[in-house]
Every structure is written in structure tokens, then in C-alpha cells.
């Protein structure tokens, strides 16, 4: 189910180097630029073991702080919760904005951006 470095035992001190090996050489030696699409966890949606959602909240946090000192642009997924079970940027009702998802990408974003004002 899962590749063999989410079950190493430095995971997810592990994952700035996987992702080096595949793709950050590009960012590391400023050969091309790079866009991290669709990328998100499942946050609090329902069902999801509480093991799975530790490793999901880890390799999210360690992807934001790579994308974050390398620069990397991206395009979170999704904005809304109901999108192959992620946990949205938006609530259910789409009229708000989910601060706990908002929170674990707040990084990424420009500085004195508050996207939870109007």
C-alpha cells in the first residue's frame, strides 16, 4: 500500500532526501523550475485510522517546510472537502474557510496574506 519510506524509521526526517532523489535535484541545482500540483492530506476526514492520519499531518507539515525554503510553487488540493476524502481548504458548506487545513499550509503563502479575512 504504501512506498517502503513511510514505514522507515526515520520517516518523515526521511522524505527531504526521496524527495531530492526524484525531483528536488531540479530545485537543489536551479536546473528547472518546478510546481507541486495537487497536493493535500486528509486532515480530519472521516474514517481514517489514527496511524494513517499521524503519517498523512507528518509527510504534509515536511512537504510544506521543503516547498517553503526551496521556494517550489504549488497548487493545494482541494478546496473542498469532498474531493477523494482530502480535507479541503474550504468547510462543508463552502462558505468558510477550514483554519486547522488554512493553518498546515499558512507557510506557503505570502507574507502578510490572512486568507481568513474578507
Given at each position: 500500500?504504501?512506498?517502503?519510506?513511510?514505514s522507515?524509521?526515520?520517516y518523515?526526517?526521511?522524505?527531504?532526501a526521496?524527495?531530492d532523489?526524484f525531483?528536488?535535484?531540479?530545485?537543489n541545482?536551479?536546473?528547472?523550475?518546478v510546481?507541486?500540483?495537487?497536493?493535500?492530506?486528509?486532515?480530519d476526514?472521516?474514517?481514517?485510522?489514527?496511524?494513517?492520519?499521524?503519517?498523512?499531518s507528518?509527510?504534509l507539515?515536511?512537504?510544506v517546510?521543503?516547498?517553503?525554503?526551496?521556494?517550489?510553487?504549488?497548487?493545494?488540493?482541494?478546496?473542498?472537502r469532498?474531493?477523494?476524502?482530502?480535507?479541503?481548504?474550504?468547510?462543508?458548506?463552502?462558505?468558510s474557510?477550514?483554519?486547522?487545513?488554512?493553518?498546515?499550509?499558512?507557510?506557503?503563502?505570502?507574507v502578510?496574506l490572512d486568507?481568513?479575512?474578507?
Amino acid at each position: 500500500m504504501f512506498q517502503p519510506w513511510f514505514s522507515d524509521a526515520t520517516y518523515a526526517a526521511n522524505l527531504p532526501a526521496v524527495w531530492d532523489a526524484f525531483w528536488g535535484y531540479l530545485l537543489n541545482d536551479d536546473a528547472a523550475p518546478v510546481f507541486i500540483g495537487a497536493f493535500g492530506d486528509r486532515g480530519d476526514a472521516d474514517g481514517v485510522p489514527p496511524a494513517e492520519r499521524l503519517i498523512d499531518s507528518q509527510w504534509l507539515a515536511t512537504l510544506v517546510d521543503y516547498l517553503n525554503v526551496h521556494g517550489a510553487s504549488f497548487g493545494f488540493w482541494a478546496l473542498n472537502r469532498s474531493a477523494q476524502g482530502l480535507t479541503g481548504l474550504l468547510q462543508p458548506g463552502w462558505q468558510s474557510v477550514n483554519e486547522d487545513q488554512l493553518r498546515r499550509i499558512q507557510p506557503l503563502l505570502p507574507v502578510g496574506l490572512d486568507a481568513t479575512k474578507e
